[in-house]
T-cell receptor
Framework: NAGVTQTPKFQVLKTGQSMTLQCAQD?????MSWYRQDPGMGLRLIHY???????DQGEVPNGYNVSRSTTEDFPLRLLSAAPSQTSVYFC??????????????FGEGSWLTVV | KQEVTQIPAALSVPEGENLVLNCSFT??????LQWFRQDPGKGLTSLLL?????REQTSGRLNASLDKSSGRSTLYIAASQPGDSATYLC??????????FGAGTILRVKS
């Protein structure tokens, strides 16, 4: 089991460029999500998905797009990179179990710098 | 809007000491609370999950408590070891991945 795999690990972008952060999980989890982690602010939810074909916005969705065409993959697209998007990005997945919650598995993160 | 605060922001203790990390949240209408560990340059690892109907959970040297009415949770680490050095984050949520995180407590255990 690879768990949650994120690529790339490190990326430097110029302002205005676009790119896609990849996330894949091999645990057949329904839930997938993207968070960003900034110093002193904890993790903040960008977008999430409860299953293939279903996505929704989190706390900080502006400047990002997602899609969920398969259960396994949940890519995050930066449309036009800005320095404010310099951050560490984490993808996470879990089973759906109603409202009781489940163990969440995180990827190892993608460090993005926008210059 | 739910806000989660963790105190202290950083903690340095000698090996063998028992310690308590604190987490508070503003909206008591939560379904669960989770504690995570994050090592430098790594992702998060779930340590303990407390359902809203539970008061505490234990795993080895770790014990987490939850008091919904006061909006507080504590993570107790017994007999701390250098390998416990990491950032500890708490998060509250309705369900699934939709969590609100605190900023974390950076723990250093000195040998």
């Amino acid at each position: 089991n690879a768990g949650v795999t994120q690529t790339p690990k490190f990326q430097v972008l110029k302002t205005g460029q676009s790119m896609t952060l990849q996330c894949a999980q091999d645990m057949n989890h329904e839930y997938m999500s993207w968070y960003r982690q900034d110093p002193g602010m904890g993790l903040r939810l960008i977008h999430y998905s409860v299953g293939a074909g279903i996505t929704d916005q989190g706390e900080v969705p502006n400047g990002y797009n997602v899609s969920r065409s398969t259960t396994e993959d949940f890519p995050l697209r930066l449309l036009s990179a800005a320095p404010s998007q310099t951050s560490v990005y984490f993808c996470a997945s879990s089973y759906v179990s109603g409202i009781s919650g489940n163990t969440i598995y995180f990827g190892e993160g993608s460090w993005l710098t926008v210059v | 809007k739910q806000e989660v605060t963790q105190i202290p922001a950083a903690l340095s203790v000698p090996e063998g000491e028992n310690l308590v990390l604190n987490c508070s949240f503003t909206d008591s209408a939560i379904y669960n609370l989770q504690w995570f560990r994050q090592d430098p340059g790594k992702g998060l690892t779930s340590l303990l999950l407390i359902q809203s109907s539970q008061r505490e959970q234990t795993s080895g040297r770790l014990n987490a408590s939850l008091d919904k009415s006061s909006g507080r949770s504590t993570l107790y680490i017994a007999a701390s070891q250098p390998g416990d050095s990491a950032t500890y984050l708490c998060a509250v949520g309705p369900y699934g991945n939709k969590l609100v995180f605190g900023a974390g407590t950076i723990l250093r255990v000195k040998s």
